[in-house]
């Protein structure tokens, strides 16, 4: 398995961004999709997962600004992002866990892309 993360940018305070991750290789293996994040100094910290079945979780930070979908068809997660604030700037990863997986616990990340809300 495979995730490729795209579309990171350089956005204003207040603006928008749609992030995508596409799954290859045994996408069949994969229950919850997610997204993580890590600033400058910073440990890495949940943003938004999704099982399967629709089951979903957000960071505080995230509530009623972010929301995670996934196109299972596609074998693709997305992350849409409005209201940006500088402090949502840092690198997204995209991460995934196998059928079975504990809560939290990911076996495959993908490559970040940077997030940079600044005007």
Known sequence: VQLQASGGGL?????????????SGNAASINV???????????REMVATRSRVG?????DSAKGRFTISRAN?????????????PEDTAL???????????VGVFDYWG?????????
Do not use: D, E
Request: aromatic share 12%.
């Open 55 to 59: 089951s979903l979780n957000y960071a």
């Open 73 to 85: 068809a596609k074998n693709t997660v997305y992350l849409q992002m409005n209201s940006l604030k």
């Open 111 to 119: 490559q970040g892309t940077q997030v940079t809300v600044s005007s």
């Open 11 to 23: 956005v204003q305070p207040g603006g928008s961004l749609r992030l995508s991750c596409a799954v």
């Open 92 to 102: 997204y990863y995209c991460a995934a866990a196998r059928w079975g997986q504990g």
């Open 33 to 43: 999709m997610g997204w993580y994040r890590q600033a400058p100094g910073k440990q």
